[in-house]
């Protein structure tokens, strides 16, 4: 359905949430912040925080969920110790110190999410829009996520794209191999470049020089990937969340990095759109948070709050929180088939079924957003 007056086309294929609708209390402020916040739920009830069926680990007390705006300044001041680099420690998971870790040790994603794919999955089945769809496995719907992306973000042969957090390159290939424009992708882990060079090198139908990668962190560019730009389009798959609490900055960046009348066209995890119902809830979004090293999560309507603030145009939103809940609930199946570990030995699988539940007590989720520069 067209949207009169909006510059692209506004489909809701999961329109369970529109803009504005979500609970005010939508930040988790994790590691021990909770004391010195206004707590919500989780605090008041005093939750001694350890996901179910772990070991204790030192240092830390408790999730906390806090009002929107509440407590920022603690959480900028954490996120401020690692900004230079773009590094965030969160937990430590066993050799894993940070998410950059986290990315350079594991090596599960090419066999459960996909060869060189690192993202979640679009199912079409899922728009219920009355048409009888296939269901996708979770691959498919990872190849049909980014193809949406490039439909929506309007990218085509003339475009100049900058990815951020490419991983691996492959939506860069993908983006050239289907579209012909060219791509600059920028990753804060070694092992990506690496890999994301070497697939460029091999796929067929990319030219020489259409697509460039370069290691660094999108909380301040590298030089030579601004170098490379103004872009037409901003381009980013489930990276911004590992640095939420510099949000700002990194939309600072995008600003930089695009050519006046540029798009951002923005893919995102989510934390919390309400407080948790329960304890149970607080220790499935605290394990999430813990695999994935995150410290603070925005859920939606923080999300859309900071990118307004930072003076962009929503031009559209879709809440992908059941895309979420299929892509895990698929993984989860192919992580148990696998008996796959996380680097502290902790089944995958229970990690995946914590965070499918987590996804639904709406503690966390998904988004897709178009933005233009006011
Ligand atoms: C979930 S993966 C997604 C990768 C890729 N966008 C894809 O869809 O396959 C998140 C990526 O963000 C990268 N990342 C995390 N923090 C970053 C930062 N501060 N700057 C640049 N990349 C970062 C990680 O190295 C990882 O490749």
Not at 94 to 113: A, V
Not at 208 to 233: D, I, K, Y
Request: proline share 4%.
């Amino acid at each position: 359905m067209s949207q009169s007056g909006a510059k692209y086309v506004v489909e809701l294929p999961t329109a369970e949430l529109k803009l504005g609708s979500c609970a005010t209390s939508d930040r988790w402020l994790p590691h021990g912040l909770g004391r010195r916040t206004l707590g919500g739920v989780a605090a008041r009830r005093k939750v001694p925080w350890r996901p179910r069926g772990s070991r204790p680990f030192g240092g830390h007390t408790r999730p906390v969920l806090c009002s929107a705006g509440e407590s920022l300044d603690l959480a900028n001041d954490k996120a401020r110790q690692g900004a230079a680099s773009g590094v965030v420690a969160g937990e430590s998971v066993g050799q894993e110190q940070s998410q950059r870790d986290f990315y350079q040790i594991n090596n599960l994603y090419d066999t459960i999410s996909g060869q060189d794919n690192i993202h979640h999955g679009f199912y079409p089945h899922l728009a219920r829009d009355g048409r009888e769809l296939v269901v996708l496995d979770n691959v498919q719907a990872s190849m049909a996520l980014t193809q949406r992306m490039i439909a929506l973000g309007g990218i085509d042969r003339t475009s100049k794209v900058l990815d951020l957090g490419c991983g691996k390159g492959l939506s860069c290939s993908t983006i050239a191999k289907l579209t012909g424009a060219s791509c600059v992708g920028v990753d804060l882990t070694p092992k990506h470049i690496e890999r994301a060079n070497a697939l460029a090198a091999t796929t067929a139908g990319i030219e020489r020089g259409q697509l460039t990668f370069v290691e660094g962190s999108f909380t301040e560019l590298p030089s030579e990937a601004l170098a490379l730009g103004p872009f037409s389009h901003v381009f980013s798959q489930v990276a911004f969340c590992h640095v939420h609490a510099e949000l700002p900055a990194i939309l600072a960046q995008v600003k930089q990095a695009l050519a006046p009348g540029g798009v951002a066209v923005i893919n995102d995890m989510l934390g919390a759109s309400g407080p948790p119902a329960s304890e149970d809830d607080v220790a499935d979004a605290a394990a999430v948070y813990r695999r994935l090293h995150f410290e603070v999560l925005h859920g939606h309507q923080a999300w859309r709050r900071i990118v307004e603030e930072a003076g962009f145009t929503l031009e559209h939103y879709e809440n992908w929180d059941a895309h979420m809940l299929k892509s895990y609930e698929d993984r989860r199946d192919k992580a148990e088939a696998l008996g796959a570990e996380m680097a502290d030995g902790t089944p995958l699988a229970t990690n995946f079924e914590q965070t499918v539940r987590a996804v639904r007590a709406r503690q966390i989720g998904m988004n897709f957003a178009i933005l233009t520069v006011d």
